[in-house]
């Protein structure tokens, strides 16, 4: 079965800390994507990253970074220096090439403290 | 904004009524997703069509319909609501190639039903 786990409910931090969202993933298929939503408080869902199986290359864009690692099945999330407007809930989510539908974690609800 | 629409922002009703919720994919993309975002099951996958046909099925209630036109807008139809259908409904987009499995969400549909 495909699963994905966000183990932190919630994060709270103060401005300019950085901070880590922990995504572990389960499937045995070969072939699969990683992506990272973000829900700011006004609901809607925006895409931050993709990440293919085949490519563990770790990417910084900005004070956003991913850490994929195939050996753990995590494809990590980390905000450096984050800002009060980085408060959000952070979903990371699977899909399978077998299949289009994204496989959402529960979710991890970000509080950055001015 | 990622250039997906969903009309209405804003739905209450009571139970046992019927609702439609629309959604206009971003130009030039031909799959549409709908996605179900409640307290207690989270983020779920209920429909995919693509170019006007249905491409796969996920936990959608058998009172749940949806259909893709020709102009490639989509709508959802809610029928015999129940309380528990109160929850954010979300449509996606995706391209086709390479890309395809970035999905484009819109602002949702906020149901309320009472």
């Known amino acids: 079965a495909q699963k994905v786990t966000q183990a932190q409910t919630e994060i709270s931090v103060v401005e300019k800390e950085d901070v880590t969202l922990d995504c572990v993933y389960e499937t045995r298929d070969t072939t699969y994507y990683l992506f990272w939503y973000k829900q700011p408080p006004s609901g809607e869902l925006v895409f931050l990253i993709r990440?293919?199986?085949?490519?563990?290359q770790n990417e910084i864009s900005g004070r956003y970074s991913w850490n994929f690692q195939k050996s753990t099945s995590s494809f990590n999330f980390t905000i450096t220096a984050s800002q009060v407007v980085d408060s959000a809930v952070y979903f990371c989510a699977l899909s399978l090439d077998s299949s289009y539908k994204l496989i959402f974690g529960s979710g991890t609800r970000l509080l950055v403290r001015p | 904004d990622s250039g997906v629409t969903q009309t209405p922002k804003h739905l209450i009703t009571a139970t046992g009524q019927r609702v439609t919720l629309r959604c206009s994919p971003r130009?030039?993309?031909?799959?549409v997703y709908w996605y179900q975002q409640s307290l207690d099951q989270g983020l779920q996958f209920l429909i995919q069509y693509y170019n006007g046909e249905e491409r796969a099925k996920g936990n959608i209630l058998e009172r749940f319909s949806a259909q893709q036109f020709p102009d490639l807008h989509s709508e959802l139809n809610l029928s015999s609501l129940e309380l528990g259908d109160s929850a954010l409904y979300f449509c996606a987009s995706s391209l086709q190639g390479d890309r395809r499995y970035e999905q484009y969400f819109g602002p949702g549909t906020r149901l309320t039903v009472t």
């Open positions: 990440r293919n199986s085949f490519d563990e």
């Open positions: 130009s030039g993309d031909l799959s």
